[in-house]
C-alpha cells in the first residue's frame, strides 16, 4: 500500500503503475473499473462490499470521497492498493477537499483501467440529476441506491424522471431473490392472477417496484398493504382459478402456501452489499426489466426514447450551501439556470456525442461561466457565483 | 402457457428447475458425500432450487431418517464451495429423506416408487425425479431392472420427466459401452439419460467456444495454415491412491482420455456450430470424433509408461507396482502419450500430441496451440535466437485462464527478439466463485439442458480411438519413468523425432 498526503493526480497515477509493477500481474485481466462516491464515514463498508463483488469480477476500484467543498484550499490524499486486504481489486482511495471535490473526474479519468467499461456507484444519496456528476458521466453503467435516501420513494422518481439506459438502483437489486420464489409460483401454474397485494413498509422502494414489474408482466397492478418493520413482508395473489398463493417471509425463512398444497418454506437469506454490487456487475447492458418496472411504479413514460449517454451538467453544490447565493442554487434546475459543459462519456465514440450534446445543451448565458468552469478552477471558491 | 414472470431480458432471474426429486443410489459412497451431496447444498445457497425438492438417499443401511440427516449434513459442511449457513442447510435438509435397501430387494423399490407417489401430495411435485446412480457400473443392470419394473423409470407413468444420471466409466470398450447404453437408454429414453463429464462442466471447456467463436481473432488462425501442432496434457501428481482395484482394470488410457481428453480434443477442433443448443454442438463434435486418425505405426507413435518410485512435490512416494493392491507384474499403464490426427480440410497432417499421467511434476490440465514460425525472419538469426514459436495456451486447471506467448523486442539498442507472455487468469480472482462443476451439471439434469452431457453416440466415438490402441498394446509392457518425472523418455523421444517438444506445463 502506498499513501500519499497532500499530493497530484499525476503522483496517484504514478504511484498505481509503481504498485502493479512490484505486485506482478496480480489483476492482468481486470473486467472494468469501478468508482464509488461515498463519504468518509462508509468508506470500510464500500470496500468491503468492493471486495465480495471483485471476486466474480477482478475490477479497478476508485473510491472518491468529496468533503468540504467550499474549503478555501484543494487537497488531494490518496491510498493505492493493489491485491492485499481487497483481495483481488486494485484499489485507489481518494479523498479531495475544496474546489477539487468539483472536479474529481480530472483525477478519476487519468486512472480509468483502458478499454474497460467503467461503472459507478454512489454508496450516498446519489445526485438529483447523474449529469450533475462527471463521475456519472463517465459510466455506462449508474447505480444508486434509493434507500439511503431520507424519502426513497421520492428520491425513486427523482430516478425515474432522470432516467438513462444503463441506470439501476440497488432497491431492484434487493428484490431478486423475492422476484425468483414470485416467477417459481408461474413455472407449475397455469392460471394467472386477478388480484394481487404487497406487503411491504409504507417507505420501501423495493416493494413499489416489485409492484410496477408485477404490474408490467401481468398486466394486475397490485394494491399495496402497508407492515410494519422495514423489508418487504409478503406477496398474495389472488388466481383465476379461484385459489391463492401467498409468500411470506418468515423469520430468516419464506413459506409458500398454495391453495391445494401442502405449504413449503425455503430459506430466504438476506444478501449482502457485496453479493448484491456483484449481482450489478455481472451484465453491463441496460436493464430493460427495471426500467420496465421503474416506469410503471412511478407511472413515468418514455424511457425507451432516452439517450444511455448523458452530458454534463455544470452544477455548483458550494452555492447552495452559501446563504447569499441559496437561491440561485435553488433554481439551478431549470435549463437556464444549467450549463452544458464537456461532453465526457466513457463508451460513447465522440460521432455519437453531438447529437444527444446538441438537444441538451442549454442556449443561455450560462454557457460561458461553465466553459471557465471546465478550463480550470481560476476562481477562489469565495468568488463571484456564476449568474 | 409461458409463465409470464420470466423474460429473456430479464437476466437476473436464474434458470429454477420445476418442482422435483432427485433419487441418490449409492449415497454413503465417495463421489456422493464429497460431490454430490455439497454441491447441492451450494445450489440450495446461491438460491437455485425450486420451492418443492427432495433429495431421496438409497443405501444398504439400517439408518432413519436422523443417521442420514447428519450424515449428509457432515458430508455438505466438510466440502461446500459456498459460506456455511444453518438456515439453508435446515431447509434442505428437512427435505432429504433416507430409503434403507439393497439392489436386489424388490420390497425396497417399491417402497421408493411409494415415496415418490406420495411427494405429489406432500411437496407439490409432479412426478419429476431425476435418479443418481452412484453406484460401481456392475450394479447398474439390477438397479435399471428395478427401476423398470416399478414403473419408476416411465415418463408416462408418473406424470412428470424421469432421468437418469450416470458417472463414467461407460464401459470397457466399445461393446461394453454399447451394452450399456442400450440398458440406459432402453430402460430410460435416450434423451432422458445425463451422462456426466465432470470436465465439461467446467467453466473454463465452456471458455473453449467462447473463446474460439465469440471472437475474430483466433478462428482465422485456428487452422493447419497456422498450427503447427497441438498439445493437449491432463497431469496428476497424485498416485492411484486406493483405487488399485478398479484402475488396474483399467488404466489411464479408459479411464481419462476415452471421456475427457477426447472432449478436450473435439472442443478445440470442431467447426462452428450452427447455434449453441445441445444437438447443434453435438453434430459438430461427433463430426470431428469421427475424422480422428489414429497413427499408422501405434507402437512408435504412442507411449505407455508405469510410474516407478521417487519423490513428489517433496515426499517420497512408492512405485505403482507397489500399490497396495497393484498386482507385482501388473502392465497396466499410469501415463499415456498419443499421436493423434484429425482427418479434415482445417487439421490435415497437423498432429495432435495428447498425454496423461498420475504422480508427474504437478497437476495441471491444459490445452497448448503451438503456432508455426513465421515464414521469414528479416532479423539477423542471433537476434531471434530465443524467440519460439507462438503458442496460445488455455488452461483448464488450476489457474484457469489463457496466455498467449509471442515475440517481443527486448529494450536495448539491438534489434534483440524474445519470447514474452501475455497471461489472462480467470484463476485465483474466479476460483471462489465461479461453481463447481458438480452443481453445474445436477442444475442442467434438474433443467433438462444436455448441452454439458456427452451422449451414447459420443461415448462410443471416444472408444472407437481407444480400442484399437489397446487392442495393439496388448502384450506390451509400459515403459517406465520415476514418478515425478514427466513421464518416460520415449514421449519426448516420439515427439523429438518430428522436431518438437514438450511445453513444459
Ligand atoms: N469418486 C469419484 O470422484 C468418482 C469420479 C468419477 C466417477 N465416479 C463413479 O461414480 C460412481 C460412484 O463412485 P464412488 O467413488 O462414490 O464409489 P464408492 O465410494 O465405492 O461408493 C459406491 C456406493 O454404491 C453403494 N453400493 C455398491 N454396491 C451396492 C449394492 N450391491 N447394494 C447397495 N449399494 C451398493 C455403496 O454402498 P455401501 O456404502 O453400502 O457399500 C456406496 O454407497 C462409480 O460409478 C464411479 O465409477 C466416481
Known amino acids: 500500500m502506498i499513501g500519499l498526503w497532500d499530493t497530484t493526480g499525476s503522483a496517484v497515477v504514478k504511484a498505481l503503475a509503481a504498485e502493479r509493477r512490484t505486485a506482478g500481474g496480480v489483476t492482468s485481466g481486470l473486467a472494468l473499473t469501478l468508482i464509488v462516491v461515498t463519504e468518509e464515514a462508509e468508506v470500510r463498508a464500500a470496500e468491503a462490499a468492493a471486495t465480495v463483488a471483485a471476486a466474480a469480477h477482478p475490477c479497478r476500484l476508485l473510491i472518491v470521497v468529496r468533503d468540504e467543498v467550499t474549503h478555501p484550499r484543494s487537497r488531494l490524499d490518496a491510498e493505492v492498493v493493489v491485491g492485499g486486504r481487497l483481495g483481488p481489486c486494485e484499489a485507489v482511495v481518494t479523498r479531495m477537499r475544496g474546489r477539487l471535490a468539483l472536479h474529481a473526474e480530472s483525477v478519476v479519468m487519468p486512472l480509468l483501467a483502458p478499454d474497460v467499461p467503467v461503472v459507478t456507484w454512489w454508496r450516498c444519496g446519489p445526485p438529483d440529476r447523474i449529469a450533475y456528476d462527471p463521475l456519472g458521466v463517465v459510466a455506462e453503467r449508474r447505480i444508486t441506491d434509493t434507500m439511503q435516501c431520507d424519502d426513497p420513494l421520492e428520491a425513486l422518481r427523482v430516478r425515474a424522471d432522470d432516467y438513462a439506459p444503463g441506470d439501476t438502483d440497488l432497491a431492484w437489486t434487493r428484490i431478486t431473490p423475492w422476484r425468483t420464489l414470485v416467477a417459481s409460483v408461474f413455472d407449475a401454474s397455469h392460471s394467472l392472477p386477478t388480484k394481487i397485494t404487497i406487503e411491504a413498509p409504507p417507505k420501501d422502494p423495493s416493494a413499489l417496484l416489485m409492484g410496477g414489474w408485477l404490474t408490467a408482466r401481468l398486466g394486475v397492478t397490485p394494491e399495496m398493504r402497508p407492515v410494519s418493520g422495514n423489508r418487504m413482508h409478503g406477496v398474495a395473489m389472488q388466481m383465476t382459478d379461484g385459489g391463492t398463493v401467498t409468500i411470506r417471509r418468515d423469520d430468516g425463512r419464506v413459506v409458500v402456501q398454495r391453495t391445494g398444497l401442502p405449504d413449503r418454506t425455503l430459506p430466504l437469506t438476506d444478501r449482502s452489499l457485496g453479493e448484491d454490487l456483484a449481482e450489478e456487475l455481472r451484465r453491463l447492458d441496460a436493464d430493460q426489466t427495471y426500467a420496465a418496472a421503474l416506469a410503471k411504479a412511478t407511472g413515468r413514460d418514455g424511457f425507451q426514447d432516452r439517450a444511455p449517454i448523458r452530458v454534463h451538467v455544470w452544477h455548483d453544490p458550494a452555492l447552495a450551501e452559501r446563504p447569499d447565493t441559496a437561491d440561485d442554487a435553488g433554481r439551478d434546475t431549470g435549463p437556464s439556470g444549467e450549463t452544458a459543459m464537456v461532453s465526457v462519456s466513457g463508451a460513447a465514440d465522440v460521432a455519437k456525442v453531438p447529437d444527444t450534446a446538441d438537444v441538451a445543451r442549454p442556449a443561455g448565458p450560462g454557457v460561458a461561466d461553465g466553459d471557465i468552469e471546465a478550463a480550470g478552477d481560476t476562481r477562489a471558491p469565495g468568488g463571484e457565483p456564476a449568474k | ?505
Open chain 2, 1 to 505: 402457457m409461458n409463465n409470464p414472470l420470466r423474460d429473456p431480458q430479464d437476466r437476473r432471474l436464474p434458470r429454477i428447475p420445476e418442482p422435483c426429486a432427485l433419487v441418490i443410489f449409492g449415497v454413503t459412497g465417495d463421489l456422493s458425500r464429497k460431490k454430490l451431496i455439497p454441491a447441492l447444498y451450494d445450489l440450495a445457497n446461491r438460491g437455485l432450487l425450486p420451492p418443492g425438492f427432495v433429495v431421496l438417499g438409497f443405501a444398504r443401511r439400517d439408518w432413519g431418517d436422523e443417521d442420514f440427516a447428519s450424515l449428509a449434513r457432515k458430508a455438505a459442511q466438510a466440502h461446500a464451495r459456498t459460506p456455511w449457513r444453518d438456515e439453508v442447510w435446515d431447509r434442505l435438509g428437512e427435505n432429504i429423506k433416507f430409503v434403507p435397501g439393497s439392489f436386489d430387494d424388490d420390497e425396497a423399490f417399491d417402497r421408493l416408487a411409494e415415496t415418490l407417489d406420495e411427494l405429489r401430495a406432500t411437496h407439490g411435485i409432479e412426478g419429476n425425479a431425476a435418479f443418481y446412480l452412484s453406484i460401481p457400473p456392475s450394479a447398474f443392470p439390477v438397479v435399471l431392472k428395478q427401476l423398470e419394473r416399478t414403473g419408476m423409470s416411465d415418463n408416462q407413468k408418473s406424470g412428470g420427466w424421469r432421468r437418469v444420471v450416470v458417472e463414467k466409466p461407460f464401459g470397457n470398450d466399445l461393446p461394453s459401452a454399447k451394452q450399456l447404453n442400450d440398458l440406459v437408454d432402453h430402460a430410460f429414453t435416450p434423451e432422458d439419460v445425463f451422462r456426466i463429464d465432470h470436465y465439461l462442466g467446467k467453466e473454463t471447456v465452456q471458455n473453449i467456444l467462447a473463446l474460439r467463436f465469440a471472437n475474430t481473432l483466433f478462428e482465422p488462425v485456428w487452422n493447419s495454415l497456422y498450427v503447427d501442432h497441438v498439445q493437449i496434457t491432463m497431469a496428476e501428481d497424485v498416485g492411484i491412491g486406493t483405487r488399485a482395484a478398479f484402475y488396474d482394470k483399467v488404466g489411464t488410457t479408459r479411464d481419462v482420455v476415452q471421456n475427457h481428453l477426447m472432449q478436450l480434443l473435439a472442443l478445440v477442433t470442431m467447426e462452428e456450430p450452427t447455434g449453441f443448443s445441445a444437438t447443434e454442438i453435438r453434430t459438430e463434435k461427433l463430426k470431428v470424433m469421427r475424422a480422428i486418425k489414429l497413427p499408422g505405426d501405434i507402437s512408435r507413435d504412442t507411449v505407455r509408461g508405469q510410474y516407478q518410485a521417487g519423490w513428489v512435490a517433496g515426499e517420497r512416494v512408492p512405485g505403482y507396482l507397489d500399490e497396495p493392491g497393484v498386482p507385482p507384474d501388473s502392465t497396466t499403464e499410469t501415463y499415456v502419450a498419443l499421436t493423434l490426427g484429425v482427418q479434415n480440410r482445417r487439421w490435415a497432417r497437423v498432429p495432435f500430441y495428447i498425454r496423461a499421467g498420475k504422480r508427474l511434476p504437478r497437476r495441471v490440465t491444459e490445452i497448448a496451440v503451438l503456432f508455426k514460425r513465421a515464414p521469414h525472419l528479416p532479423f539477423a538469426p542471433s537476434d531471434v535466437e530465443m524467440l519460439g514459436a507462438n503458442q496460445l495456451v488455455i488452461r483448464v486447471q488450476p489457474d484457469e485462464g489463457v496466455t498467449l506467448k509471442f515475440g517481443s523486442k527486448v529494450p536495448g539498442t539491438t534489434m534483440e527478439v524474445r519470447d514474452i507472455t501475455m497471461d489472462v487468469q480467470y484463476g485465483e480472482a474466479f476460483t471462489e466463485t465461479s461453481p463447481e462443476a458438480y452443481e453445474r451439471l445436477i442444475l442442467d439434469v434438474l433443467l433438462g439442458d444436455k448441452t454439458l452431457f456427452p451422449d451414447a453416440e459420443e461415448v462410443e466415438a471416444g472408444w472407437r480411438v481407444v480400442d484399437p490402441l489397446e487392442e495393439a498394446w496388448a502384450g506390451t509392457r509400459p515403459e517406465p519413468y520415476r514418478a515425478g518425472e514427466w513421464g518416460p523418455r520415449a514421449a519426448d523421444a516420439m515427439l523429438a523425432r518430428t522436431g518438437r517438444a514438450w511445453r513444459r506445463a
